[in-house]
């Protein structure tokens, strides 16, 4: 599996690692929200900012940086727009969006943002070379909340996302049934055995979706989205205790 240094953190290398987010609408909630997710047993911190209702305003917002940079001390921190597209919290034009990931990636705050596939499509942009430059690592993601594609359009994705210069490649589906969380877990294999270089995470979300949230080790997904014991931000997550319990069973050595 392929590694990534992130911080004081290893993305690919041992368990998947545990990001929860942190969802706020102003500052008194961001900073009270950042000092409670920092005490919690996570190892990755994902500030969706979509919530955030200072989000036109770039002087708020690297202040807003700031806060949660302090509160959280030296844990490694996502940046994420989440547009409503894919199921954020609030509607941002592209200018406005390419804009905002930029400012955050000049704040020096950030560890990682999170850059969504079809956004990047609409318009060239030089924005991944650019978070490269400021040594901010990009997950490149993509969320459908309605349906679970074919397994060969998932392999594309998660491929086209790699090509285009994710150092993460995410993508997040919703199931119907179980067979259709299996597809997810089938394709993460089939990513792990052919293209060992590429650092992914494969979300099958929703009830019939939470086994994919728990087996990143045997299939090869680096992190994982457990909720924050007060808000999650997407269908199915999973309490981090739970995650971490099912993570010490699934990836369980006999040491003989
Ligand atoms: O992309 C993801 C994954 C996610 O959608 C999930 O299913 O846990 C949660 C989001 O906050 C995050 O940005």
Same mark, same amino acid.
């Given at each position: 599996m392929s590694e990534l240094k992130v911080r004081n953190l290893e993305l690919g290398k041992g368990k998947p690692k545990v990001c929860v987010p942190l969802v706020a609408k102003n500052f008194e909630e961001l900073f009270s929200e950042a000092i409670r997710l920092?005490?919690?047993?996570?190892? #990755?911190i994902e500030w969706r900012a979509d919530y955030f209702m200072y989000i036109?305003?770039?002087? $708020?917002? &690297? &202040?807003?940086?700031y806060f949660v940079r302090y509160a959280?001390?030296? &844990? @490694?921190?996502? $940046?994420?727009?989440?547009?409503?597209? %894919?199921?954020?919290?609030q509607h941002i034009e592209l200018d406005e969006y390419l804009e905002l990931n930029r400012t955050m990636i000049d704040t020096g705050y950030i560890d990682m943002v999170d850059l969504e596939l079809e956004m990047l499509l609409e318009r060239p942009t030089d924005i991944l070379d650019y978070s490269k430059r400021k040594s901010v690592r990009a997950i490149v993601s993509k969320h459908n909340n309605h349906f679970t594609p074919k397994k060969e359009h998932m392999e594309e994705t998660i491929k086209d996302m790699y090509d285009f210069g994710g150092d993460v490649c995410k993508l997040a589906v919703t199931p119907s049934d179980l067979s259709d969380m299996l597809s997810v !877990?089938? #394709? =993460? *294999? *089939?990513?792990?055995?052919d293209y060992p270089d590429i650092p992914f995470v494969l979300i099958s979300m929703?009830? $019939?979706?939470? !086994?994919?949230?728990?087996?990143?080790? !045997? $299939?090869? =997904?680096?992190?994982?989205?457990?909720? *924050?014991?007060? &808000?999650?931000?997407? @269908?199915?997550? !999973?309490?981090? =205790?739970?995650?971490?319990?099912?993570? %010490?069973?699934?990836g369980y050595k006999n040491e003989e």
């Open positions: 920092s005490k919690l047993d996570c190892d #990755v036109h305003d770039a002087r $708020f917002m &690297k &202040k807003a940086a959280i001390d030296d &844990k @490694p921190l996502i $940046f994420t727009y989440r547009t409503l597209q %894919e199921g954020g919290g !877990l089938e #394709v =993460s *294999n *089939n990513i792990q055995e929703g009830e $019939f979706g939470q !086994l994919s949230r728990m087996t990143g080790e !045997l $299939f090869g =997904s680096v992190m994982t989205y457990a909720s *924050n014991g007060k &808000k999650s931000s997407a @269908p199915g997550q !999973l309490p981090i =205790s739970v995650v971490r319990d099912a993570m %010490e069973v699934i």
